[in-house]
């Protein structure tokens, strides 16, 4: 069987397919830390009891009884817990909820820098994540900002409406410098994410929306079933009929608050990270399992290769420097002792530079210049 598979690798790099794209948001699954550092489902606590794992800073709060469960219950809105713990490089973030409906209730979920933690403000700390997830205008949604500074405002990632009446489970996860938000089982956001300092632990924040008849404390946002977790082993870059993600990034292009192209790429839904702009693709692209193939559809893609062009052209008139990155990661499994073999970890980092060079051949064929556009590996 090994030997079949690194023939028909060898044939795969003989021939290139062209077709439809094949999606892969609903394939990849989140696979949560196998080492917990912390955990509370506040199953122990006495109804009318607060948690002795947080530090209250503001507001007030009870642990209540909802649907069977045990949960944290704001009694005002404005209340913020906080919680120290250093997270590792690498950790997963899980929690459960309820959004009532009265008022748009919500919650945040921050991810802070050691000072964000001290100096809490009107809306929380200084942090690097804040999920928000409530109701609003009769859906729920998750909303995801994320900046590798700590800050007060993060920058808008993503946000998915969601079905009202119902527990959510949400999970963060990090993993080989990627942030990733799971909503339900789906992941809805991926955004790559490098803070310049450990983060130190978290917190939650309750507010609303808007005013209502209805008390805060009846009809707030729920929260249980908190779990961080770190893993004990890496995420397999590889994988024996595994697909590879592809990315593609605007480099080195440094812009003003206020320049027209910073506008101009968030409406094209890219995302801006430390020095460059992360340029979502048509629809996500994955390669065929095995293969260095990359599907796509050409006249989608040309069209929006146009678009990438134009941002290449005005990034170089600011930043002589500026260029094209494509980058190829592994498929999102777990690792198997099968994936620690060397000869299939090196097939598969193969692979994956193969369908980074394939890609950028169709950037090429779009009417990208060559010498603009670096891949990776």
């Given amino acids: 069987m090994r030997w079949a598979f690194v023939v028909e690798f060898a044939l795969s790099i003989l021939a290139i397919a062209v077709g439809q794209i094949i999606g892969g948001t609903e394939q990849v699954k989140f696979e949560p830390g196998d080492v917990t550092l912390f955990a509370d489902d506040f199953s122990a606590i006495p109804l009318g009891e607060t948690s002795p794992n947080f530090k209250l800073m503001r507001g007030t709060y ?25 997270l590792p490089d690498e950790f997963s973030f899980e929690f459960s909820l309820y959004a009532f409906k009265a008022g748009g209730p919500y919650v ?24 928000e997830v409530g109701h609003e205008h009769g859906k729920d949604y998750a909303e995801l900002r994320c900046s590798d500074k700590a800050t007060s405002y993060p920058k808008e990632v993503a946000k998915q409406e969601l079905s009202p009446d119902q ?10 410098k990627q942030l990733r938000l799971f909503v339900d089982g789906k992941r809805i956001a991926v955004v790559p994410f490098q803070p310049e300092s450990p983060i130190e632990g978290f917190g939650f924040y309750w507010y609303c929306h808007y005013q209502s008849d209805t008390p805060y404390r009846d009809a707030p946002v729920l929260l249980t079933d908190i779990r961080v977790a770190t893993y004990s082993g890496r995420e397999a870059l590889v994988g024996r009929g595994g697909t590879a ?18 506008e101009a790429l968030k409406k094209f839904g890219a995302v801006e990270f ?9 629809t996500e692209p994955f390669g065929e399992p095995g293969t260095w193939h990359v599907k796509l559809e050409a006249k989608a893609f040309e069209q929006w290769a146009k678009t990438v062009k134009d941002f290449l052209v005005q990034a170089k008139q600011l930043h002589p420097e500026a260029h094209l990155r494509v980058e190829c990661f592994a498929p999102e ?5 099968k994936q620690e073999k060397f000869w299939e970890k090196q097939v598969g980092y193969w ?9 950028k051949l169709w950037l090429i064929q779009a009417g990208l210049p060559a010498e603009e556009i670096k891949t990776v590996p």
């Fill in 333 to 337: 499994i777990g690792e198997t002792e």
């Fill in 274 to 282: 430390n020095d460059g702009w992360w340029i979502p693709l048509p």
């Fill in 351 to 359: 692979l994956a530079a193969l369908r980074a060079r394939e890609l």
């Fill in 167 to 176: 527990i959510h489970r949400v999970a963060i996860q990090v993993r080989r």
């Fill in 62 to 86: 009870e642990v209540a009884q909802f649907q069977g469960k045990k949960w944290l219950r704001p009694l005002d809105k404005g209340l913020g817990l906080t919680k120290l713990l250093r």
């Fill in 108 to 131: 945040r979920v921050y991810l802070h820098s050691s000072r964000g933690l001290v100096e809490w403000g009107s809306q929380g700390g200084e942090r690097f994540v804040q999920v």
């Fill in 245 to 262: 993600q592809l990315l593609l990034i605007l480099d080195k292009t440094k812009l003003d608050k206020e320049h027209p192209l910073r």
